[in-house]
């Protein structure tokens, strides 16, 4: 089957979703099989196209993606960030998926070999390679940890993004699938530049190869943990922040933050993916950050300081006032500050919050949009200021 066929026929299936055709009608009266594609996964590709524009924008108008395909591939940013730092002349993708982040490879690199066991999620990786106008990616549809396999891959990088299961509550390296142990046993003879996408919640503990362990923040949130391993690794670990490309390493200088209840001039909010990596007293000495911690926890971090400073893993507001936490006193000291629209930037269950903003916003009439963030029984009213 040809990319454009394909093409055709999923945006065929789009138009009738669009339309408000049910999945039933769809499959059993609307569409036909492929020699390649059931009906069931020519819907299901359909779909991902749809959903696939909240990560890659109008490009997945043109894109192909499965189910798993779209949930563990990776952003557009992050994937051409790891292809620059894994530029060399040839560079084995060994779990390539639906092909996205071998697709950033091969921008960066001089060949790529793209190896894929599902042989309908390898057709898509090579009809996205079309999309974007590559031949130099050598597709293999096989199991990667065979020794067929591994003795066909002639590479100065090997690169591996396991799938895994989603509603797995721990993460280990031998759950995901390849297993990155059995992947290393493999490829360890062929190069020492072994790389893995692993899992962002997995604990360190469980990460039993020897690597550097990069996270990765998109916007401010963490998004992906990378293990590079041999001539890869350059330090134990390390946060980049995309897509700034800002980075922070266990080697940076560390500064012991105290944790106190007085806020100063400004707040400066941190980014989570800090607080994953445990480097967050390494940006504060990278920084020479002058001030104190007012809230340490895994979702938000919070500091105070009287200075200035710029950082893509920090978010830094002026601090208009504090009073009690009620909702009396804040209405109260919100007309004072002419505010009108309220962000509650705190714990709060999602079930709850729109009426809680309600009642803190009704009745208010002013100009200014301000952010409210709770420590204990204080409530903190602050401006994000521009970087």
């Given at each position: 089957m040809k990319r454009r066929e394909m093409d055709r026929i999923i945006n065929g299936i789009v138009r009738l979703i669009r339309k408000g055709y049910s999945r039933g009608m769809i499959i059993s009266e609307m569409i036909?099989?492929?020699?390649?594609?059931?009906?069931?996964?020519?819907?299901e590709i359909a779909k991902c196209r749809i959903r696939g524009k909240r990560k890659f924008g109008k490009l997945a108008e043109?894109?192909?993606f499965d189910e798993d395909g779209l949930r563990y591939?990776?952003?557009p940013e992050v994937a051409m960030y790891r292809a620059k730092r894994l530029r060399y002349e040839t560079i084995a993708d060994v779990s390539c998926g639906v092909g996205i982040q071998a697709i950033y490879f091969a921008m960066e690199s001089e060949r790529v070999i793209a190896v894929e066991k599902d042989p309908v999620r390898l057709k898509l990786a090579q009809f996205n390679a079309e999309v974007f106008g590559l031949d130099n990616i050598e597709f293999i549809n096989?199991?990667?940890?065979?020794?067929?396999?591994?003795?066909?891959?002639?590479?100065?990088?090997?690169?591996?993004?396991?799938?895994?299961?989603?509603?797995?509550?721990?993460?280990?390296?031998?759950?995901?699938?390849p297993s990155p142990v059995k992947i290393y046993e493999v490829y360890s003879r062929i190069t020492?530049?072994?790389?893995?996408?692993?899992p962002p919640q997995i604990s360190k503990e469980n990460i039993i190869l020897d690597g550097e362990k990069e996270y990765t923040s998109l916007n401010f949130r963490l998004n992906r943990l990378a293990l590079y391993m041999?001539?890869?690794?350059?330090?134990?670990?390390?946060?980049?922040?995309?897509p700034s490309e800002e980075k922070v390493t266990d080697r940076d200088k560390r500064v012991e933050i105290k944790k106190e209840g007085r806020p100063l001039l400004y707040l400066y909010e941190v980014d989570p993916t800090l607080h994953k990596a445990e480097l967050l007293e390494n940006l504060m000495g990278k920084l020479e950050f002058d001030g104190h911690a007012l809230m340490v926890s895994r979702r938000r971090t919070l500091l105070t300081s009287d200075e200035v400073y710029e950082s893509a893993f920090l978010r830094r507001y002026n601090i208009l006032a504090t009073c009690k936490f009620d909702v009396q006193s804040l209405k109260s000291t919100l007309r004072k500050l002419d505010v009108g629209k309220v962000t509650l930037r705190m714990d709060i269950d999602p079930g709850k919050y729109w009426s809680l903003r309600n009642e803190i916003e009704k009745?208010?009439?002013?100009e200014k949009k301000i952010h409210l963030f709770r420590i204990e029984?204080?409530?903190?009213?602050?401006?994000?200021?521009?970087s």
């Open positions: 036909d099989d492929t020699d390649i594609f059931g009906k069931e996964k020519l819907f043109k894109l192909f591939s990776t952003p096989g199991d990667a940890t065979s020794k067929e396999i591994a003795e066909s891959v002639k590479a100065d990088v090997v690169f591996s993004d396991p799938s895994r299961k989603p509603e797995e509550p721990v993460r280990y390296l031998d759950t995901l699938n020492s530049r072994i790389a893995f996408e692993l041999g001539e890869l690794k350059s330090c134990d670990t390390s946060a980049i922040s995309i009745d208010l009439a002013g029984d204080k409530a903190l009213i602050a401006e994000r200021e521009s």
